[in-house]
């Protein structure tokens, strides 16, 4: 167990609706990480916060945001949604944002757009 | 702007035969790399990571990776793979100053390894 905690595991919605996962960072853990993961794209970097603040960001498209509440839990919003965003979504934690730590990933949520 | 490849999509080995996954990237100036192991239904865990220092890197359960600057690779390594061992291999880049700052990841490669 990574103790990094998203929630839901699984989820089915249809094209053009709204959702939001949400991500509880390992305790300690300042820094959340949001990746997707499809079979034709990988794993694709989709932003990073740190302490609440936003620090990178790398393919997210702008149906999507996200943000880190001074409790350090993240939510990723997801709008409008396409069936080319089915895919798994991952959250990581690490303690910092210093390059040479190491990410500890939750067991992701499951997309499915119908 | 940085980059991972990982050549190879599949690697299938025997059970006690050794193990390689091949890793080469591309970053602006001194790198930080890192392998991850993803098995099924589970999210990405880390194996290990170079940072500095000596070229060859031990990590989690018995795996090795070997840094080499001048081929840009870092190749993991395991001298004797257990059935346990297949697993999705994510191999990743990070740039020490400047260039992108995000964790960029290979495509990954899956490794069977047989009985």
């Known amino acids: 167990d990574s103790g990094v905690t998203q929630t839901p595991k699984h989820l089915i919605t249809a094209t053009g609706q709204r959702v939001t996962l949400r991500c509880s960072p390992r305790?300690?853990?300042?820094?959340v990480y949001w990746y997707q993961q499809s079979l034709d794209q990988g794993l694709q970097f989709l932003i990073q916060y740190y302490n609440g603040e936003e620090r990178a960001k790398g393919n997210i498209l702008e149906r999507f945001s996200a943000q880190q509440f001074p409790d350090l839990h993240s939510e990723l919003n997801l709008s409008s949604l396409e069936l080319g965003d089915s895919a798994l979504y991952f959250c990581?934690?690490?303690?910092?944002?210093?390059?040479?730590?190491?990410?500890?990933f939750g067991s992701g949520t499951q997309l499915s757009v119908l | 702007a940085q980059s991972v490849a990982q050549p190879e999509d599949q690697v299938n080995v025997a059970e006690g035969n050794p193990l390689t996954v091949k890793c080469t990237y591309s970053v602006s100036g001194n790198p930080y790399l890192f392998w991850y192991v993803q098995y099924p239904n589970r999210g990405l865990q880390f194996l290990l990571k170079?940072?500095?220092?000596?070229?060859l890197v031990k990590g989690s359960y018995g795996f090795e990776a070997e840094f080499n600057k001048s081929q840009t690779s870092f190749h993991l390594k395991k001298p004797s793979a257990l059935v346990s061992d297949s697993a999705l291999y994510f191999c990743a880049v990070r740039a020490v100053w400047g260039g992108d700052y995000k964790l960029s990841f290979g495509a990954g490669t899956t490794v069977t390894v047989r009985a």
């Open positions: 170079y940072i500095t220092g000596d070229n």
């Open positions: 990581a934690s690490s303690l910092e944002e210093s390059p040479g730590e190491k990410l500890f």
């Open positions: 305790s300690g853990d300042l820094s």
